[in-house]
């Protein structure tokens, strides 16, 4: 790792590092370490109201195509640079392990805007539909709110279609997890765009974040958290009557039916569970399978935990790091705690101290989960899975939409005919067939409470654009 200073002292407004308008500070804290690992401002109503001018006068509706691609070309190539850079920072900044902050967080941002990229190249921004002409513009200012977890690819996933679709942008990156995001700020300067197309104001949520989602002066409001707080950025965005993506929480369903390759769903599915921590959005935290064949389940899932080792994500051989904070391992040890109490099963794991510092949870799996429970129907953002039985594909599938949530999901069968057919029967905005592998180009979003709208690829693009109609002659 690195020993370079993680300060930061200055807000990106403007196309210049300035100092805030007051003197707050936000800690960054280590989680594998506890120890201050930097320092980021905490911005104010002022600072916002810069950062959304300077995003206002830089915003040139009639931006041509060339030109955007030549921006997209650039800040593509300068991120691929420090891409090394960002992944130790994520690792000390999140804990997220070393070998999944150098693919999963990194690589995969770089591959999400290469597709943007891709989709900019072949985008038709103007068509015929009878005897009207319907264009495509850029929406506009564009706030970007984004969470501790993904920090890189979240940030990637709105401000690179921005860029794209000729909005200009002010992001807000999460308190926990800021440093990687001011690097990725860094390498937009660098790559020469120009002022005011990309601001970053840090600080508060409950500042920063909802001063943007009620600015009059910002058209879209993208944002990517919680459940509880999207619902917030909504009712805040409704005031001014405003555009607002909301890519919140889930509580997907790995549905293994009868006839599928038991061991490899099974294997992949804590693997999904379990990535990043448990802390993913999209993770299959509920694992569906067959009575009739429970127990052999239960065997390979505890075989499968057992090679989950924990500790230093510096490590290249650590597979699971701490939590992101003191805070989401308090909230992680209480599901765990209250699971048991609500009839649960211990399998493996459990809310007890697996190490002297660090924000750590041990790999915890519950069977016999009843799927009405809190276990069974929250989200916890930790390395816990749920193992529900079911006697029937009806059952199944009733388990599978029994939430308030559908973000993701997979179901494995015998053969892709048939979950294909189950999976269409699924809420849900994403879900894998048989292992199908993951698509930067496919569309991501939430049926119900797990959002409005979607990102990535072509259909993300197209979020950011508005539609006009002129009825010609």
């Keep these: 790792m690195s020993n370079h200073s993680y300060d930061r002292t200055e807000l990106y407004i403007d196309g210049e590092w300035v100092s805030p308008t007051g003197t707050d500070t936000i800690e960054v804290i280590n989680p594998a370490t506890e120890q201050v690992l930097g320092v980021v401002p905490s911005g104010s109503d002022t600072d916002v109201d ?3 001018a300077a995003a206002r006068k830089a915003f040139d509706p009639n931006i041509g195509v060339t030109e955007r691609r030549e921006r997209l070309d650039a800040v593509i190539a300068s991120m691929e640079k420090r891409l090394s850079d960002i992944a130790e920072t994520i690792t000390a900044e999140m804990g997220a ?25 072949s985008f038709e921004f103007e068509e015929r539909i009878g005897n009207s002409l319907v264009i495509r513009e850029p929406y506009g200012v564009v706030a970007a709110i984004t969470p501790w977890n993904y920090p890189l690819y979240q940030v990637v996933a709105k401000v690179i279609p921005a860029i794209a679709a000729g ?10 997890a800021p440093l990687s995001v001011f690097e990725f700020v860094e390498s937009l300067h660098d790559a020469g765009l120009p002022p005011g197309v990309v601001n970053l104001v840090s600080g508060p949520g409950r500042v920063i974040g909802e001063l943007l989602s009620e600015h009059p002066d910002v058209d879209f409001v993208s944002f990517t958290g919680s459940t509880g707080v999207g619902s917030r950025v909504g009712e805040l965005a409704g005031r001014t009557i405003k ?14 039916l009868d006839g599928a390759d038991l061991t490899t769903a099974v294997k992949v599915g804590v693997g999904n569970a379990f990535l990043n921590g448990g802390q993913t959005c999209m993770a299959w935290t509920r694992m569906l399978v067959p009575q009739t064949r429970y ?3 239960l065997d390979i899932i505890e075989a499968a935990v057992a090679k989950y080792t924990v500790g230093d994500p510096t490590d290249p051989g ?16 209480g599901f765990i705690e209250r699971a048991s109490g609500e009839g649960a099963r211990l399998l493996t794991g459990g809310a007890q101290k697996i190490r002297d510092v660090g924000y750590y949870v041990a790999p915890t799996v519950f069977a016999d989960v009843d799927p009405n429970s809190e276990l069974g129907q929250e989200e916890v953002f930790g390395p816990v899975l749920a193992v529900i039985p ?12 029994g939430t308030p949530y559908g973000l993701s999901g997979a179901v494995w069968a015998a053969d892709d005919d048939t979950a294909v057919a189950f999976a269409r029967q699924v809420q849900t905005g994403q879900l894998d067939i048989n292992g199908g592998r993951y698509n930067p ?33």
Aim: glycine share 8%; aromatic share 6%.
């Design 295 to 297: 127990a052999e389940a």
């Design 390 to 401: 079911f006697r029937d594909t009806d059952e199944a599938l009733e388990i599978a939409n």
């Design 243 to 256: 555009k607002v993506a909301l890519e919140l929480g889930g509580k997907s369903a790995n549905v293994v």
């Design 50 to 52: 810069a950062a959304v």
């Design 167 to 176: 909005c200009t942008v002010v992001l807000k990156p999460s308190n926990e």
């Design 97 to 121: 392990p070393i070998r999944i902050a150098q693919s999963v967080q990194t690589q995969v941002p770089l591959a999400v805007a290469r597709g943007f990229a891709d989709a900019l190249a």
């Design 318 to 333: 650590t597979r699971l790091g701490p939590s992101a904070s003191a805070s989401q391992q308090q909230t992680v040890l």
């Design 441 to 473: 180009a496919a569309p991501f979003g939430g049926y119900k409470k797990s959002g409005i709208g979607r990102e990535l690829g072509r259909i993300g693009f197209e979020e950011f654009l508005q539609i006009k109609s002129l009825q010609l002659p």
